[in-house]
C-alpha cells in the first residue's frame, strides 16, 4: 500500500492518516510493538485479538510499504525476519495513546486503568512523561 | 454496530476503540463534524472524499448505535434529520488532533499548515487551545 498523493482521497491530513491506518489491524501491531515490544510475526499471530495469518502477512506488508515499519533478517538468527519501528511508526505513539484513553474511558469491555487515563488526560506532564516511556521503550535494545 | 463486550476482540482499550472506529470513513463523519461544523446527509456527502450514499447511510447508523452521534428532527425543518456529536463523539477530537498532526508530518499529500501543526505538538498549551477550541464548536450553536 504505497499510496502516492494522487491516490489520496484528498488532501486533508486525518484523512491521508486514515488512507494508510483506517483498518481494524494496522494500529493493533503498531500497538504490539509499542506497548508489548513485539518484534516477530509469531508474536503479533499470538496478540488476543487473532489475527489471521493472510491478514497480518498484508498488514505487515503495508506497514513495510508506508515506511511505519522496517524487516530486517534477525542478526541472532539470519533465518527469522525481525520488524522494528520507523521514526514515523514511532510518530503513531499519541494517536495508540488517545485511542487507549477513549476506549478504557467508553468502553465497558476495555480493562484498563481508568485512574492512569485520569492522569494522563488531565496532567500534560503526566502525558507527556508517559509518551516519553513509551518512544523509549521503541528505540532502547529490548 | 453496537458491539457488546462480548463481540470485542479482546479487552485492550485500543483494539476496543478500534472495533467501533477502525475503518477509513468513520473517523471521517467525526471529523466533518467537528472541523466542518456539518450536520447534515448531503452536507457529509459533498466532502472531498467522495463518501458514497450507502456507506455514509451505514457509518452514521453505526456511530449512532454506539453512541458517538445522535440523531434529530431538524426544529428549523421537521422533514429533516440532523446529527450532532454526544459527550463521547466530542470525546474523539483528540485522537482527530493526533491523526492530523501524523498525518500532516509524515504525508506529503497532506494540505494543512505544518507550523501550526509544530506548536500544537511541542507546546503544551497551544494544544490545550487547540482542543478546547474545537470543543467549543461543537458545544456551541452554529
Redesign the interface.
Known amino acids: 500500500m504505497r499510496v ?2 494522487d491516490q ?18 494496522s ?2 501491531i503498531v ?1 504490539d510493538m509499542v506497548f508489548g515490544r513485539k518484534r516477530y510475526f509469531k508474536e503479533f499471530l499470538a ?4 489475527i489471521a495469518t493472510n491478514i497480518l502477512t498484508d498488514r505487515l506488508k503495508r506497514l513495510e510499504d508506508c ?1 511505519i515499519i522496517s524487516k530486517l533478517l534477525d542478526p541472532e538468527n539470519k533465518r527469522q525476519i525481525v520488524y522494528t519501528l520507523t521514526e ?1 511508526g514511532i ?2 505513539i ?19 486503568d481508568l485512574d492512569k487515563v485520569r492522569q494522563i488526560q488531565q496532567d ?1 506532564r503526566s502525558r ?1 512523561r508517559f509518551l516519553r516511556e513509551l518512544e523509549k521503550r521503541c528505540t532502547s535494545p529490548s
Do not use: H, M
Open positions: 502516492n498523493a489520496r482521497r484528498s488532501g486533508c491530513p486525518i484523512s491521508c492518516s486514515l488512507d494508510l491506518l483506517g483498518d481494524k489491524w494500529l493493533l500497538r496478540s488476543p485479538e487473532g515506511g514515523k510518530a503513531l499519541p494517536v495508540l495513546v488517545e485511542l487507549l484513553c477513549w476506549g478504557a474511558t467508553y468502553d465497558s469491555a476495555s480493562n484498563f500534560t507527556q
